[in-house]
């Protein structure tokens, strides 16, 4: 335990002096070294954290966390009535949608544009997804009508800024007929019934919603689809629960999840991370490096001192204790000043949306800033950790001094 006696001598050699101006600045330098490392690392992790974050919640937020689809591109999933009720027995899957992607061209009042179309049954995909619960515009009500003439579709708000199809104007879904002299291109007809928004520029830009049976017809499709799609209970053991769900399906059926998908994204995002941490944790390295030398200058300079605390008394423990106590204060301090300096930011950053983005690349348009209070917690033990190895050797050298030799000519 370090008693007060420690305590003082440690918090008096720290303070300011008229013949040691220099290690004064020295130690301000090394409390601001701390702080900026600290600081720095809170800001870079709040960043990845965000991104991570953001990006997983913008891309479950529209897709299935696991897919069942043929190994080999066929005929699609017939009779997926009796597998979608079967797959919704198996333990912690939440709900099972039914799903037909086409690559598809629309044909609007002022320019055309390629869009990724998913048919879809309206329930089963308010149960999977959130992407239609909470549109920007319109409604969901006319894909919930069979009989709506024309069906509706709903497309993303970046589609819409690009071509103009706004709610309520018809489109046009271009397809090809076959007919004995070969494909013709011809048209059906569709309504813009609403707008969504996930956040995520790929998704905004490139897909549209409309129902199943609608997206059949439109492409002389009998009642097949190509894709299931689960929602499960907890999507970081989506993995596990996809090889349950193999066993329960036909060997022609395969299934993939939202790990596999996306796995070079988020390997890239932790890889950042990583990054981070190794290249700011560098400026703790150069904080500790300052410490280092406050206090070998602070032996130097106060030999004479620690000569006369040793001849009253004074244990080479206790001088040690003295020498590595300044170091841990250097490290609290800078800690506290980091901590308080890099939530704050983070804080301001997030709430007032600080960094712009272009959405174009990031599918996202602003930096997203999310703190965890566990970083904050191992950031400020590895500082303080970093400046109390940085007292090691300085204070083992305090411990060398010889009272009699220092004092002899005093």
């Keep these: 335990m370090t008693s ?27 409390v601001v070294g701390v702080a900026a490392g600290v600081m720095a690392l809170v800001i870079a992790l709040a960043v990845t954290n965000g991104l991570r974050n953001t990006t997983q919640r913008n891309l479950l937020g529209a897709m299935a966390h696991i897919n069942v689809l043929e190994k080999e591109p066929g005929q699609g999933l017939e009779n997926w009535q009796a597998m979608a009720a079967r797959l919704s027995r198996i333990p912690h899957v939440l709900a099972v949608s039914p799903a037909l992607y086409e690559p598809s061209y629309i044909a609007g009042p ?14 089963a995909e308010l149960a999977t997804s959130d992407t239609l619960r909470h549109l920007k515009s319109g409604s969901v009500e006319r894909l919930r009508n069979p009989a709506a003439s024309p069906p509706g579709i709903i497309l993303g708000t970046r589609f819409v800024e690009d071509t103009g199809m706004v709610v309520g104007s018809n489109v046009d879904l271009i397809v090809s007929d076959l007919t004995p002299l070969g494909p013709v291109p011809s048209r059906r007809r569709f309504k813009v019934a609403g707008t969504f928004e996930t956040g995520f520029f790929e998704i905004d830009d490139n897909w549209a919603y ?48 939202w790990m596999e998908r996306y796995k070079q994204l988020f390997t890239a995002l932790r890889m950042e991370r990583l990054v981070a941490i190794i290249t700011i944790g560098l400026i703790e390295l150069v904080a500790a490096l300052n410490i280092f030398i406050v206090l070998v200058m602070m032996v130097m300079e106060k030999y004479r001192d620690i000569a006369v605390l040793m001849s009253m008394g004074a244990r080479r ?15 609290v301090a800078g800690s506290a000043i980091g901590l308080a300096a890099g939530y704050a930011l983070c804080h301001f950053a997030e709430r007032y949306h600080w960094f712009s983005l272009d959405e174009t690349i990031y599918s996202m348009s602003f930096v997203p800033f999310e703190t965890r209070w566990t970083d904050g917690i191992w950031i400020a033990a590895a500082a303080i950790l970093v400046s109390f190895l940085a007292t090691v050797y300085p204070a083992q050298r305090a411990t060398r001094i010889t009272p009699a030799e220092v004092l002899r000519y005093e």
């Design 4 to 30: 007060n006696f420690e305590s003082f001598v440690a918090r008096r050699y720290l303070r300011a002096h008229r013949k040691e101006k220099v290690i004064s600045v020295i130690t301000v330098i090394s």
């Design 110 to 123: 002022l320019q055309s544009k390629g869009v990724y179309l998913k048919g879809v049954s309206l329930q």
């Design 210 to 257: 409309a129902p199943l049976a609608a997206v059949q017809r439109a492409y002389s499709l009998p009642d097949v689809i190509n894709q299931l799609e689960l929602k499960v209970d907890d999507v970081n053991r989506a993995d596990i629960i996809a090889k349950d769900i193999e066993r329960a399906i036909s060997s022609r059926y395969t299934t993939t999840t």
């Design 317 to 331: 423990r206790q001088i040690r204790r003295i020498f590595m106590l300044q170091g841990v204060l250097i490290g």
